[in-house]
């Protein structure tokens, strides 16, 4: 995807980018390649893919919720920045936390927030399911790209997220994984607003938005330890 086309791309997402945001995403895309080559954070290295497959797929976060107000979000298992740093960068008023499990990710993201001079984000090297816990009903908006299953990733967000707040998974393929997710849901206080599936532009890879709303506070039992929404998920 070339610059221009991104441009064109996004706007069709109703953004606007200026020119400064373009150019933190150059530097950004720079700044990763270059840490690339000593840390496993991306196998996408040309500058079309990574502009196509992480950065406008970040951004589509907008075509399911709005991203426009003052609004509190997490992002879980952020690794290279993705959708977190993208969403910094285009969504200047979101305040965001950028989680991982990874210290020399937190790092590298710390490292982007400050090149880049990026206010009202930070980084947190913490495992999510504990930072679920310590953090209860705090972010309007936790967002998770392709981490883990929908089932476990909404028992690890559900405690964090406000009332009426919201859960977004990003994901290319999600097959069987929402068969029994009414039971989980159920269990979390939570319901499944929508799926959104669309095509990448370009390479028409399929992508799904699955949107879910904390309607009540969730049991102070969840999130369990990971060890144990891995062995019995909801």
Known sequence: MEINEFINKIKKLGINITESQLQQLEQYYELLIEENKVMNLTRIIEKKEVYLKHFYDSLTLCKIIPLNKNKKLCDIGSGAGFPGIVLKIVFPNL????????????????????????????AIHCRAEV????????????????????????????????????????????????????????????????????????????????????????????????????????
């Open 95 to 122: 305040n965001i936390t950028l989680l991982d499990s990874l210290n020399k990710r937190v790092v590298f993201l710390n490292k982007i927030i400050k090149e880049l001079n990026l206010k009202d984000i930070e």
């Open 131 to 234: 930072y679920s816990r310590e953090n209860v009903e705090k972010y309007d908006i936790v967002t998770a790209r392709a981490v883990a299953k929908t089932n476990i990733l909404l028992e690890i967000a559900s405690p964090m997220i406000k009332i009426n707040g919201s859960f977004v998974a990003m994901k290319a393929n999600i097959e069987d994984e929402i068969t029994n997710i009414n039971h989980t849901c159920k269990e979390l206080n939570c319901k499944l607003e929508k799926i959104e599936t669309f095509k990448l532009p370009i390479e028409n890879s399929i992508r799904n938005l699955i949107k879910f709303t904390k309607i009540n506070s969730t049991n102070i039992k969840y999130p369990r330890k990971f060890e144990q929404i891995k062995k019995n998920p909801l």
